[in-house]
């Protein structure tokens, strides 16, 4: 079984966002770059499958040279090897999925395990134009995936509750918080990634599918109003508020 | 063409693809475009509904084929629709399917996508997304580098409105089948109650309700007022049986209602990243420091267990859940 897991980094939450002087990217300045959360669990499902029932596991990222860094963390969390493909990981999801395509194609690949959704760009959009562009089955925002022979059943969150899918490997699997609990890389994982090579190409050209035009800034929420009193008065006011002025009821 | 994909529940329209033709009827409006809705399953019922929102013609793809969700054959079915009717921009909401199907029938067109969108116009003729990014923190305008034009619309966002359209049916071709993966089965909560995604009135608790029998506290105001009940992540996280589904936040439902109270949530940038886009924020912490209250149309600096229950009663005087 040979698994390829699709790695995105984004940047930190924390981070603050400022507007680049093109008006249409962010500003990376202050940025600190993190591995998407999502895409934690997608390794971790990959490294459980290994150590169950055996598989080799890529790590694959597209970016530039400081992308290096989730890769190297990927091995050290037990991938076998990782590749970075040279190219805008950052922008139109379509093309990302373009280049992960071109590369994957005709590699024998069973398994493409991804996050649901890179943080920040919020695309959710990666994993399902992979499984079109390779013609492959897919199931998004996975809670629970098993494994048969040359199939799956996984299990996604939908409103209300959740439902299962099954179908033919190979398949793209997208990974929801809840799949399973990522584990952190040990001492000796760490040693040994220092060993493994990170194979690096030139991400394929693609064909657009979308793109930023004009990044901006919220506006400003306007000042809120403190109730005050004790409780029961500020129960009222505060109904009374949503009633009046806010027209809520 | 506009065409919207439109999901039926028991044989009538979900409130967000009803939403989404609605913004389809606009955007053709504007652009001097007709507008078509596309239902797929094993019985299209209730899709005749699709023209009080609009729709100038209803297809139905109707098949054995179609009973079950699946992302391959849905995808196919609305890309072949897009091309044999010559759309230019194809909508769905941004549903559990929707958010599943879309982005590989764009990928099928060889077209850009855009998803969960805020806002929609019709620029010279292409489509402009709006869209947050970056926990909220940020908006992106996106246009489309492709012909055809692909987008989901977040629920609750874009406004309803009634306006009759033609509606003429016309049946389009289900796929023959043996598709790559394919719905088995529904694991259903008990809940009837809507999802956390489509309500219009949330009251969640953090931290702050210190157990997870607390949040019957909350069950009752939410009943008080017709809402429902979420979560931060640290109370679904604390072990107190909440599920995940609960949970709000950048790793949890990204929600867009009327009102959302926080009860004992401090705000933290990743909780504000689901919420942020509600259109009234009440919180109610016993912090006055707390910076939920920055984001806050209404705040009251209280303790949850003496302010929530108090709200429920007064709400229940005043009956307003009952309208
Ligand atoms: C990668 C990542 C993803 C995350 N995703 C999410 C997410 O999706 N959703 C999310 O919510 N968080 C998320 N978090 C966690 C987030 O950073 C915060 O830790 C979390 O939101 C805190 O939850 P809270 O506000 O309930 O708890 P706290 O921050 O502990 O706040 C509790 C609040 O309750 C108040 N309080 C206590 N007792 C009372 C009382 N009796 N009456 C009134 N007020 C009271 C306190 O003053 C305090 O402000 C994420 C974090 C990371 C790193
Ligand atoms: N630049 C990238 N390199 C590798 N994988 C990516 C990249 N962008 C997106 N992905 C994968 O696709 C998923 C969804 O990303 P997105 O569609 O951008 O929200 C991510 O969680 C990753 O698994």
């Known amino acids: ?249 | 063409m506009i065409l919207v994909f439109c999901e039926l529940k028991e044989g009538t329209i979900r409130k967000p693809s009803a939403e989404a033709l609605s913004e389809g009827r606009r955007l053709a409006d504007a652009a001097g475009l007709k507008l078509g809705a596309i239902f797929a399953g094993a019985s299209c019922a209730g899709s005749a509904d699709a023209a009080k929102y609009g729709a100038d013609v209803i297809y139905c793809a109707e098949g054995a084929s179609l009973a079950s969700y699946s992302s391959d054959g849905f995808a196919q079915v609305l890309a072949d629709t897009v091309q044999a009717k010559g759309a230019t921009v194809l909508l769905a909401a941004a549903t559990a399917v929707g958010k599943d199907v879309a982005p590989r029938a764009a990928a099928r067109l060889g077209a850009g996508y855009a998803s969960d969108v805020t806002g929609l116009a019709m620029v010279g003729g292409k489509l402009q997304a709006v869209r947050p990014v970056y926990a909220g923190k940020a908006f992106a305008t996106t246009s489309f580098a492709s012909a055809v034009q692909v987008a989901t619309t977040r629920p609750n966002v874009f406004p309803l409105a009634e306006k009759a359209g033609a509606g003429a049916a016309e049946a389009v071709a289900a796929p023959a089948g043996g598709f790559k993966s394919v719905v088995k089965e529904i694991l259903a909560k008990a809940s009837g109650k809507v999802d956390l995604s489509e309500a219009n009135i949330i009251v969640s608790g953090g931290r702050g309700m210190k157990d997870g029998a607390n949040f019957g506290l909350l069950e009752a105001l939410a009943d008080a007022i017709g809402g429902v009940v979420g979560a931060s992540r640290a109370a679904v996280d604390a072990g107190w049986g909440l599920p995940h589904s609960m949970q709000v936040g950048q790793t949890g439902k990204v929600v867009s209602p009327t009102l959302y109270i926080a009860c004992g949530i401090s705000g933290a940038i990743q909780h504000i990243a689901g919420m942020s886009g509600s259109k009234f924020i009440v919180a109610i912490n016993k912090d006055p420091e707390a910076p939920i209250f920055k984001l806050a149309d209404y705040g009251i600096v209280g303790d949850l267990f003496e302010v929530v229950p108090e709200l429920t009663k007064s709400a229940q005087g005043m009956g307003i859940g009952s309208n």
């Open chain 1, 1 to 249: 079984m040979k698994i390829l897991v699709a790695i995105k980094q984004v940047p930190d939450t924390e981070s603050r966002i400022k507007v680049a002087a093109d008006g249409c990217s962010l500003d990376p300045a202050d940025v600190k770059w993190i591995i998407s959360p999502y895409d934690e669990y997608a390794l971790e499902e990959a490294i459980r499958i290994k150590e169950g029932k055996g598989a080799e596991v890529v790590a694959l990222t597209v970016g530039g040279e400081a992308a290096r860094d989730v890769l190297k963390n990927a091995l050290a969390l037990g991938a076998d090897s990782a590749v970075l493909l040279k190219g805008d990981g950052q922008g139109d999801a379509y093309a990302v999925a373009q280049m992960i395509a071109a590369y994957a194609k005709d590699k024998g690949f069973d398994l493409f395990l991804c996050g649901n959704k890179g943080l920040g760009g919020d695309n959710a959009a990666m994993g399902p134009m992979l499984a079109e562009l390779l013609n492959v089955a897919q199931a998004n925002v996975v809670v629970k995936l098993e494994l048969g022979d040359g199939t799956f059943r996984a299990e996604r969150e939908v409103e209300g509750g959740s439902e299962v899918v099954e179908g033919a490997l190979p398949a793209v699997i997208t990974a929801q918080k809840g799949l399973n609990e990522p584990r952190y890389a040990s001492l000796k994982g760490i040693m040994a990634a220092k060993k493994k090579t990170i194979e690096e190409a030139d991400a394929a050209p693609t064909t657009a599918g979308s793109c930023v035009t004009t990044l901006a800034l919220p506006p400003e929420r306007a000042a809120g109003r403190r109730l005050e009193g004790e409780a029961p008065a500020q129960a009222a006011a505060l109904l009374q508020a949503l009633k009046d002025e806010a027209k809520v009821f």
